[in-house]
């Protein structure tokens, strides 16, 4: 048997197509990158996948025109963060219950070596879809050793038994979303790539551990699946409205309008399921979208100001230094100093990456 290969179920009808093979998704296997696109067009990435220093990186838009379900065997344990970017899926192992993903929301599991995983996906929408599979060594260096909500999780990583982090889904929130889309969009070479990926993947990782963590503190991990199904629909449209019209000026009340619930509603059930109040969060979107701005399509200030809705530049500026704690126009200064710490960054990503002696 192969370390790791999938099979679809006989009687499931469609059958997804991956464009790499089975071998090629070894974790012991030396780097390989893969990615697949349906037109010439460089926004059409259909599929990629990556395999770097015990490391696996798979990213896929899939359509069923029937329920499908992916059967996978696996020799080698692995922690796994499943992102669900678009639609739903379900995964679990043979003798335990199924476990669900819903749109913009994560997970972690540990599935130990010689388990089948099955992943099941529903008849629709496109799925859209990201997976990232670690040697239990890597995740045990990023995961602390210390008294916390995910102690259990790490625990059963080292006791090599099947586990999820979080009894539900977990939201994602914009600087996650941010890195997912740099993981997935990175056109870096290849002698920088492995070193790009392994950072990003770290940092997701940790963003994770600690939104679990705060959520946990704040008795709030299971509150997404406590909100109704139409509840939550309306918190994510309005999130997604937020990541796409973070331009224009909202209220309350019309983004509770937008999506027919009322103004009380939409704040406390937005608190709940994403940790943050609707204010805070397009605060974070304008933030980022702006520093993507100054820094990737060198625009002025006053410019990238009224691109993300502020009609006024000081105002914009005040409100860039309260995010990142410098003002835009030294935003480039900020990440050159950075570069003073690249050895110790080099230096750490070494350490965390190395494989025991």
Known sequence: MLKFGFSVDEHYAIKPIFHYTERFLDLDEHPKY????STNDERDLKELAYVIDG?????????????SELHIHNEQPFVQLRVNLNDQSVVYVE?????????????LLFFPKGKQIIDRFPAGDEQEILRVDLQPHLFLKYCPALKSGFQFFREQVIE???????KN??????????????IISCRKSDLFRHIYLK??????LLLQLEQFEQLRIGGRENTVMVLKEKELQRVQRVKEILENQYHLDHTLLSLARNVGTNDASLKKHFKQAFGVTVFSYLNEVRMLRAK??????????AVVAGKVGYKHATHFSAAFKKYFGYLPTRIKLACVSCLFDVSALL?????????YA
């Open 34 to 37: 893969l990615e697949y696109r």
């Open 55 to 67: 490391m696996r990186i798979r990213y896929a838009k899939l359509s069923f025109q029937e329920i």
């Open 199 to 204: 950072v990003k993947i770290a940092e997701l």
């Open 160 to 166: 090599s038994n099947f586990s999820v982090l979080s």
């Open 292 to 301: 993507a701005l100054l820094l990737q399509e060198n625009e002025k200030v």
């Open 347 to 355: 230096s750490g990503i070494e350490m965390a990456f190395a494989p």
């Open 169 to 182: 889904g977990l939201p994602l929130n914009t600087q996650m979303c941010e890195i997912i889309r740099d």
């Open 95 to 107: 003798g335990d219950k199924p476990h669900v993903l819903k749109s913009q929301q994560y997970n």
